[in-house]
């Protein structure tokens, strides 16, 4: 019995490796297919939009512009797909795919399975513009603005999922004046949602510009912004705030050049939520503005080689939470977060900036009652200070940060104009400081890290008199007008 039992187990484990050994590829191209793919339930009753093969881009605009057009009376969904889960679908569009008053779902097979290529429709004829009320009622001359996805007006939820979106034109676009009045040839938006109180969620989704150095791009890439949402609606060129939640999660974003994200004007209770984001080489990876009363998280993302990591303002009653943002700055660069105009909510945590340059790593201009505590600053050659906080920045706290690796030399006899770690101008009072994570230095002091006017709360600080820290240029800097003008044009 002893003998035939191991038989039985010898054989059933020849049955295993041969199994898997004839369907080794098989199990492969599942196990892609199950990531991307099977975990998304597809409706019965989906609109089914398969490639055509039109490398013009006019079939393929036409008929998903068609079936949008469809879908959002019923609130139902477009599938892009060709029926086919083992092959990659290819779409190509030469036009901004517009749909007003829009709700329901457009979905792919997945990021890596449903590629939608926007550019040019031949060598001789560029990717056709069209109206869009955020670009073109802003200007004089009415420019017609080159968005891939535009979506105003909706009148239900909004959902865009499993599918990647790439602009791979050198020149994607003829040239005509863009936003900024400058010869253009690039794609402005991406993904564009305007107008209307509806919810939004952008999921498993990939977008991608490219480096060029082609006539009429901004910034040597082909590509301006990834995702805008605002939910006001546009009257006499004045925005009007509303209420809308937002998810973007599982969200790839590379080459462009202004924001990768951007979200303005929510109000009463909206929700957003940004996690499991990865930006790479573009001019801000997150910016968000005018929200009031609401709740917004972004957390668990990458941003690398961006000119700004986070800007943030104009926020007032709401919870903001930003952790797990991991920051790094590309050569041309300026600061890793950006932060003005928030009276309350800020809670800045466990995140990590590396290479910050222009005056600071961290801005706070006119922020109270906000939390920095528990970041990581690395490499840094800001020629102010780590954190810098000014004009009414009361009532804050910072704790627990880490400035051991930022190779900041402190304010001291051989160094008197810093940096240090924090810089705390004239015309800030009562913010709680608790810092001991300083570069290693037998020598440097407390004082000589944290500059300060005499009217903040900092443990065990004591001022550096032989400094002369009172009336220290230092204190009283200002933001150089370069960065000014690089906020302007890379985030408006």
């Known amino acids: 019995m002893k003998i035939v039992k191991q038989l039985l187990f010898f054989l059933a484990c020849i049955a295993m490796l041969t199994t898997c050994t004839n369907s080794d590829d098989i199990l492969e191209d599942n196990s892609q297919i199950n990531s991307d793919y099977m975990k998304y339930k597809v409706p019965t009753d989906a609109i089914v939009v398969a490639p055509s093969g039109d490398i013009s881009g006019v079939t393929d605009a036409n008929n998903i ?28 569009i030469s036009r901004n795919i517009v749909v007003d008053g829009f709700k329901g779902t457009l979905m792919g097979e997945g990021k890596n399975k449903t590629i939608i290529n926007a550019g040019r429709k031949s060598a001789s004829e560029g990717f056709e513009p069209a109206y869009s009320p955020i670009w073109t009622d802003l200007k004089p001359w009415e420019p017609l603005a080159p968005n891939v996805l535009q979506m105003g007006n909706c009148s239900g939820d909004v959902t865009i999922k499993n599918l990647s979106i790439l602009v791979k034109d050198d020149q994607p676009t003829d040239i005509q004046l863009d936003f900024y009045g400058d010869d253009g040839s690039y794609i402005w938006t991406i993904i564009e949602l305007m107008e209307g109180e509806y919810n939004t969620r952008i999921e498993n ?61 929510f109000i009463d209770g909206s929700n957003i939520n940004i996690t499991d984001v990865s930006v790479e080489n573009v001019g801000t990876g997150i910016t968000a503005g005018y929200i009031t009363d609401s709740f917004v998280d972004i957390s668990n993302v990458s941003a690398e080689n961006v000119g700004i990591g986070i800007d943030a303002g104009d926020i007032t009653d709401s919870f903001f939470n930003i952790s797990k943002v991991d920051i790094s700055i590309h050569e041309d660069g300026w600061a890793g977060m950006y932060f003005y105009n928030i009276n309350s909510g800020l809670k800045v945590t466990k ?111 004591e001022a550096c008199e032989e400094l002369g820290y009172k009336s220290s240029a230092v204190l009283n800097e200002e933001p150089s007008q370069d960065y000014r003008q690089f906020r302007i044009k890379h985030t408006k």
Request: hydrophobic share 35%.
């Open 205 to 265: 989704v990939r977008l991608e510009g490219k480096k060029s150095l082609a006539n009429g791009n901004i910034y040597g890439l082909n590509a301006g912004w990834g995702i805008i949402r605002r939910p006001g609606i546009n009257g006499e060129l004045d925005f009007v705030d509303a209420k809308g939640n937002l998810t973007i999660k599982n969200v790839e974003i590379k080459n462009v050049s202004q924001d990768a994200i951007r979200f303005i004007g």
């Open 65 to 92: 512009e068609d079936e949008l057009s469809t879908a959002k009376l019923t609130g139902g969904t477009v599938y892009l797909s060709d029926e086919n889960k083992k092959t990659t679908d290819y779409y190509y």
């Open 351 to 461: 995140n990590q900036i590396t290479g910050a340059k222009w005056f600071t790593s961290l801005y706070m201009r006119n922020v109270s009652h906000s939390t920095i505590s528990k970041n990581k600053f690395i490499d840094i050659s800001s020629f102010g200070a780590a954190i810098y906080l000014r004009s009414e920045s009361n009532e804050n706290t910072l704790f627990q940060n880490d400035f051991k690796d930022s190779t900041l030399p402190g304010w001291t006899t051989t160094s008197p104009d810093g940096p240090g770690a924090i810089l705390l101008r004239f015309d800030t009072q009562n913010n709680d400081i608790f810092e001991m994570k300083f570069p290693k230095n037998e020598e440097i002091t407390l004082c000589e890290m944290i500059l300060d006017n005499g009217n903040n709360k900092i443990k065990n600080w």
